[in-house]
């Protein structure tokens, strides 16, 4: 005799919730343990609580907490999943003004964990801004960033450390970069965006206008203001001039070599012959006037086919808006 129904369905019912709890991902605790130096805590700042932000790897924010200034208080604990993490705790009153601030990293990836926070007087604080959206747009990976106060470098502590902010490299993903704790006076800032993070050529070059901080303030600037792209990238498609041959057995080629030639540079990308025909794509091509060559070889490196043009690329067109261009490899 077979089982009730209802106990068959309890059975369904408790192997999904087994399953559900399994795929739960594990968490840690993360505790902050917080030093305003001797003698003086939250309450001496004339401050009404803390807010502990949390980001990943990429430095993108994934969690905010708030914690009420209470005497006596100086941990701070937080919930997350394993992994390694940025962090900044900012000590507020009610009106949102920030008292006292300190950062850092926290490598919970195996297990919980207690970090040391220095919570020093906060000064004042510049962010840098982008639009998200050009991470995928422009095909971005990466920022420098180079600030200077009156022709100086300027060093801050970022994520606790004691940084000099010259190139200092920042994952597009993060949306912003925040500076915290400069002093006051007149800064200047460059960023240069890199599509991967070995790129020789920047993108896109920010030139930030010199702009005056003071004490106490929290300033945002917009970086897109002071966008200029300054490269191009180039999508070259490519098939035999002759309606003849269909696929490279009937070329007798193996590889297909594609290069674009200044007085320069010579960039040059190299592919099997496939009978789909897959485009060349070009990155980080500075403005000028090139010849593109396209060779098609066979397996000794002979040259059998062999075309030539020439083209002026202009900057400002990367990514999605990269320029396409044609060519037709034509037997020698």
């Known amino acids: 005799m ?112 207690t970090v040391s926070v220095d919570m020093a007087e906060f000064k004042g604080a510049v962010t840098f801004t982008w639009n998200s959206s050009d991470c995928e747009n422009y095909d971005i990976s990466l920022f420098k960033f180079t600030m200077l106060k009156e022709g100086e470098k300027v060093s801050a502590i970022i994520w606790g450390k004691e940084t000099e902010i010259s190139e200092y490299k920042v994952n597009c993903e993060a949306g912003s970069f925040q500076v915290v704790n400069i002093d006051p006076g007149k800064y200047s800032a460059k960023a240069e965006a890199f599509r991967l993070i070995d790129s020789k050529n920047p993108r896109i070059v920010y030139d930030i206008p010199q702009f005056i901080m003071v004490s106490g303030q929290t300033a945002t600037v917009k970086m897109n203001d ?17 309606k003849s041959i269909a696929t490279c057995a009937d070329a007798g080629i193996t590889t297909i070599v594609a290069s674009i030639i200044s007085d320069d540079e010579t960039l040059t990308l190299t592919d099997e012959c496939n009978d789909g025909f897959a485009p060349f794509k070009f990155y980080d091509i500075p403005e000028n006037t090139y010849e593109i060559l396209l060779r098609g070889m066979d397996s000794s490196e002979n040259t059998l086919f062999e075309s030539s043009k020439e083209l002026e690329i202009k900057k400002g067109s990367i990514g999605k808006d990269a320029l396409i261009e044609s060519i037709y490899l034509k037997e020698k």
């Open 226 to 242: 002071s966008k200029e792209i300054i490269v191009s990238d180039l999508i070259l498609s490519w098939e035999f001039d002759s």
């Open 2 to 113: 077979g089982r009730p129904l209802w106990a068959v369905l309890m059975s369904a019912a408790l192997f999904f919730i087994c399953s559900c709890d399994f795929s739960k991902p594990e968490q840690v605790e993360i505790t902050l343990t917080i030093d305003h130096g001797e003698g003086i805590d939250c309450k001496t700042y004339l401050a009404d609580y803390y807010e502990v932000v949390l980001f990943d790897s990429m430095q993108r924010k994934v969690d905010q907490q708030e914690f009420g200034c209470q005497d006596g208080l100086s941990e701070l604990s937080v919930f997350a999943e394993k992994g390694e993490y940025y962090f900044t705790v900012s000590l507020k009153d009610n009106s949102g003004a920030i008292k006292s601030y300190g950062s850092g990293i926290a490598d919970a990836s195996t297990s919980d964990i």
